[in-house]
C-alpha cells in the first residue's frame, strides 16, 4: 500500500476562463454565451434561468438592469502574474483553466484569429510554466461565441464542428511546445441537461428538443475525434482527453428495479466517455434511439473519425452522489440531482446549497470507471464545496473546506491503491471565481479569497490566503 501518492501526479486547481478571466469586450474579445447569463438572487428567486428563447438571450446584449458578472470575473485578465505566484505559493504544480474561444475568434467566423487573445494565453501559459506549473487547457467551457447560437442553432448545426475545429487548430498549433494536455470538452454529458450551455441550443426553437440535443452531442462527439486527430499530428506527445460529470447512484432500496435503475444510470451519464474511449455507440445507447424515435444522421465518415481518433486520458468533475428508483425518469430524459427529499441520501450530509458530501463516492465512481474503461488513465478535473465564507480578524477559518478535501483525498488515495490510474487532482477552485449557475460570489470554493460580492464591489485583493491546502499537508 502507497502512503504517498506517485511523484509524477499532477497536485493543481481548475478554474473557467468565463467565470475568472473578466476583460468581456477588451482587446477584441466577442461575446460569448455566458456574457449574458445574469446573477442571481437566491434569496429573491425560485429557479435559475435555462435561457430556452431567444428573447431571454438578447435581453442580455441591451440590458441594463441585471448584474452580469462574468463580465468582470475577477479580474484575473489583469492579474494572473500575481495570481499565478500565488498558486505556486500553495504548492501546485498544475493549473486547469480554458481558453475562451471568443478571445480567438470573436464571432467564431473570422477567417483570422485575433491575435491580442492569442498574445495573452502565450503570456499566461509562460507565466504557468516560469512558476512550475503545467497547464491543462480546456478548449471548450461554456464559451462558445454566441453569434454562432443566435444565427446558426449553435451544435445542432453540423457546419459548427468546422468552427470548432479551427479554433482548436489555431490553439493547438500555436502553444504546442507551452500545453501538453488538452481537455477538449468540459462536462461534455452536461448536454443531456443544460442545452444552451453545453450545446448552444435556445430550446423554444426545436420543434422536437430530444433530436437536436443528441444529435448536437453527436456533433461534439465528432468534433472531439477530429481534435484529438488534429493534436496528434501537430505534436505527437501532447495528451489529449476529454470530461464527462460523474453522477454515481445509489439503488433506493435493493428492489431489483431501483438496483436496474442505477445501471442504467450509469449507462446513460458514460454513454458519450463510451463512444470516445472506445470509438463507437453502445448497444445499450442504439436501443434508446431506436425505442425514443431519434434518428440521427451519423455518416460512414463520422465512424470512421470516431473509430480512429480516441482519447488519452478521461478527465472528471466529481461533487456528489445522487440515489436512484424505478420510479424516478430516466437519466437521459431527467437528472434527479440529491437537492429535494426523493433523490437525497439521508446518510449522508448536505451543503447550504444542498449539494451532498459524499467522499466514498469518490472511491465508488473510481472503482466503477477503472472496471468499465480497464484501467485507463484518468484525471480529477473538478472536486470542491461552495460555502458561505466569512472574514474573522482578516482571516477565513475554513475547517469544513480542509476536512472535505482531506476526506476526499483520503478515499482518492484508497482508489489508487485499487489500481485505479488517477494521474492527477485538479479541485475546484485555486481562487475564488464567479459561479457557474447562478453567476453569484458569496459561493466560495477558492483557496484563495478574492475580496469581491455579488454585485462586484470589493478591493478584488487576495492578500486573505486561505490555509485549506496548508492544513492538509500538515
Known sequence: MMKEFPKDFLWGGAVAANQFEGAWNIDGKGISQDDVVPYVDLK?????????????????????????????????????????????????????????????????????PNEAGLAFYDALFDECLKNGLEPIVTLSHYEMPLNLILHHGGWSNRKTIDAFVKFSETVLRRYQDKVKYWIIFNQINSGL?????????????????????????????????????????????????????????????????????????????????DVMIFGEYSKTMQRYFAEHDLALEIT???????????????????????????????????????????SRNPYLETSEWGWQIDPVGLRIALRKLNLRYRNFPI?????????????????????????????????????????????????????DIISAGTSEMEKRYGFIYVDQDNHGVGSKKTDQKRQALIGIKK
Open 44 to 112: 429573491k428567486a425560485t429557479d435559475i434561468p435555462l435561457f430556452d428563447s431567444r428573447a431571454m438571450i438578447e435581453k442580455g446584449l441591451t440590458d441594463t438592469a441585471e448584474i452580469y458578472p462574468k463580465r468582470f470575473g475577477i479580474d484575473f485578465y489583469h492579474t494572473y502574474q500575481e495570481d499565478i505566484k500565488l498558486f505556486r505559493e500553495l504548492g501546485m504544480n498544475s493549473f486547469r483553466t480554458s481558453i475562451a474561444w471568443t478571445r480567438i475568434f470573436p464571432t467564431g467566423e473570422e477567417e483570422t
Open 193 to 273: 441537461t443544460d442545452a444552451y450551455l453545453s450545446l448552444g441550443l435556445i430550446k423554444d426553437e426545436h420543434p422536437n428538443i430530444e433530436q437536436s440535443k443528441f444529435q448536437s452531442l453527436h456533433h461534439q462527439l465528432v468534433a472531439n475525434a477530429k481534435v484529438v486527430k488534429l493534436g496528434k499530428e501537430i505534436n505527437p506527445s501532447m495528451q489529449m482527453g476529454s470530461m464527462n460529470y460523474d453522477m454515481t447512484a445509489y439503488p433506493a432500496t435493493p428492489k431489483p428495479e431501483d438496483v436496474l435503475g442505477t445501471i442504467e444510470n450509469d449507462d446513460a451519464q458514460l454513454y458519450l466517455s
Open 300 to 342: 460512414d465518415e463520422d465512424r470512421e473519425v470516431l473509430q480512429k481518433n480516441t482519447i488519452d486520458f478521461l478527465a472528471i468533475s466529481y461533487y456528489l452522489t445522487t440515489v436512484r428508483s424505478s420510479e424516478m425518469p430516466n437519466i437521459l430524459d431527467q437528472i434527479a440531482w440529491n437537492m429535494n427529499e426523493t
Open 379 to 431: 484525471l480529477i478535473a473538478e472536486n470542491g464545496i461552495g460555502y458561505r465564507d466569512q472574514l474573522e480578524n482578516g482571516k477565513i477559518q475554513d475547517d469544513y473546506r480542509i476536512d472535505y478535501l482531506r476526506n476526499h483525498l483520503n478515499q482518492l488515495r484508497e482508489a489508487i491503491n485499487d489500481g485505479v490510474q488517477v494521474i492527477g487532482y485538479q479541485p475546484w477552485s485555486p481562487i
